[in-house]
């Protein structure tokens, strides 16, 4: 993926000055990469991820995911993605097994591998013996596993996952990151939003730092560790 001299304007309201949430951002993340973007509240992060994922309109600049421009070609761009957003927001009255193959039908994948996929996906995120559960009745960190699992169901080449482990105490997010080096590990090329250097260091190769707007630090993980 590779981020062009992006920005972005929030509009603040009659006679306000807009917020501006990216200054001239600019990044690449080359294939196979496991990369964060670390920084604190308000940094710019889920704004970044937003326009990625086509969810929020960019001012100024360009993104290309694998060579699609995504203001070009939005639908070949949201095909080469899967996003894990921060919220939980599958409907907890179904059953795991029917989220990831329902979804995997809305994105046209027919239904029967769409069961085959769908075992493979809740089996890397041990969540094969909950299938068959009522999803209400999983735990968080359960439940951030099946929002991976889904995201996985259009076999995306580049996974986005914003804050994925905000708010979930150590023991799931270690849970959570041995299912993404997974993930990483058979080819997908993995992009995180973190305020937790912690859990960028123990995933990631690659990282930005951004703050306000900016990206203030990239590079490998090691040399920049070496440096803070
Ligand atoms: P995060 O750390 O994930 O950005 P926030 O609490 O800052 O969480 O934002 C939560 C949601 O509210 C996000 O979708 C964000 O885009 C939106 N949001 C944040 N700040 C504003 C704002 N000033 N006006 C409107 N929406 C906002
Ligand atoms: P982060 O994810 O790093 O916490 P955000 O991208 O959510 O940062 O926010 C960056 C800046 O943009 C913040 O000042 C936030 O208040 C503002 N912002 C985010 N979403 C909106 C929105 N929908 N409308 C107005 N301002 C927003």
Redesign the pocket.
Known sequence: MSIHDLRKT?D?GPRKPG?E?LKGVSLDVAEGDFFALL?P???????LIGIVSSLVNLSSGSVRIFGTDITRDRDAAMRLMGLVPQEINFNTFEQPLDILVNYAGFYGVPREEAIVRAEEELRRAQLWDKARMMSRTLSGGMKRRLMIARAMMTRPRLLILDEPTAGVDIEIRRGMWQTLREINAAGTTIIL?THYLEEAEHLCRNLAIIDRGTIVASGPMKALLARL
């Open positions: 929030y603040a917020i949430a920084g509240n308000g940094a710019g992060k889920s704004t939003t």
